[in-house]
């Protein structure tokens, strides 16, 4: 089992930058493919990036491509999202998700790990 703790989030105007951090507790966070999702007030929750095992591999959603960067520090059991050229509509409240599977999906399903979730709002 693992625990998830976001930090980071907060008010920025737009055009400006925040790096979210997902520090985890336990001794296998090398074993979880780690994500961010976000869920967006009156909308679904979303996935926004993954990252594998050992950051061999990354996926992003269409909307974010060359703007935000997953990744991950497996000695320091933290999983980052720095996001750039902030938009509006990326305001959101952000979660941290860990997944346990050994099979690699490209923005495939969560796993049943989440943090609390730290607020984003991006003013125009």
């Known amino acids: 089992q693992v625990q998830l703790v976001e930090s980071g989030g907060g008010l920025v105007q737009a055009g400006g930058s925040l790096r979210l951090s997902c520090a985890a507790s336990g001794r296998t966070f090398s074993s979880y493919i780690m994500g961010w999702f976000r869920q967006a007030p009156g909308k679904e929750r979303e996935i926004v990036a993954t990252?594998?095992?050992?950051?061999?591999?990354?996926s992003y959603k269409d909307s974010v491509k060359g703007r935000f960067t997953i990744s991950r520090d497996n000695a320091k059991n933290t999983v980052y999202l720095q996001m750039n050229s902030l938009k509006p509509e990326d305001t959101a409240v952000y979660y941290c998700?860990?997944?346990?599977?050994?099979?690699?999906?490209?923005?495939?399903?969560?796993?049943?790990?989440w943090g609390q979730g730290t607020q984003v709002t991006v003013s125009s």
């Open positions: 998700n860990a997944n346990p599977s050994t099979i690699w999906s490209t923005l495939g399903a969560p796993g049943d790990y």
């Open positions: 990252i594998s095992w050992r950051s061999q591999r990354t």
